[in-house]
């Protein structure tokens, strides 16, 4: 029986430097509109784009490629950060991840049945 692993996020930012769309999905727009304390309407308007395939919204880059919300190493939307994000990198990934990220390999612990 092969062993799943869950890898452990390590907070090194590298994953929010790789250039790509945040998807953001309605729930991620009113999470952090909350967080900001503003509209999602004023959310909208400052920190999305619309995606390439005109299907929904993604968050802006800054210049230089990285997430807008993007403080050195710290995500300044940590708390209520997109479902994109939270699912990285053992829900979604990208080729050549394992060579950027600093996840930590961790062994999935099998769930105990109930007897």
């Not at 807008?68 to 708390?79: E, P, S």
Request: proline share 7%.
């Amino acid at each position: 029986m092969k062993e799943e692993i869950w890898y452990q996020c390590q907070r090194c930012g590298n994953c929010c430097r790789w250039p790509g769309h945040v998807k953001l999905t309605e729930g991620d727009i009113l999470s952090m509109a909350r967080h900001f304390k503003i509209t999602e309407w004023e959310f909208v308007q400052k920190y999305t784009r619309l995606r390439p395939s005109r299907d929904g919204l993604s968050l802006l880059d800054k210049e230089n490629g990285e997430c807008v919300f993007l403080d050195g190493i710290d995500c300044t939307v940590q708390a209520a950060k997109p479902s994109q994000c939270q699912g990285f990198p053992n829900n979604w990934n990208f080729p050549g991840w394992q060579d950027v990220c600093e996840a930590i390999p961790v062994p999935k612990v099998p769930k105990k049945s109930v007897s």
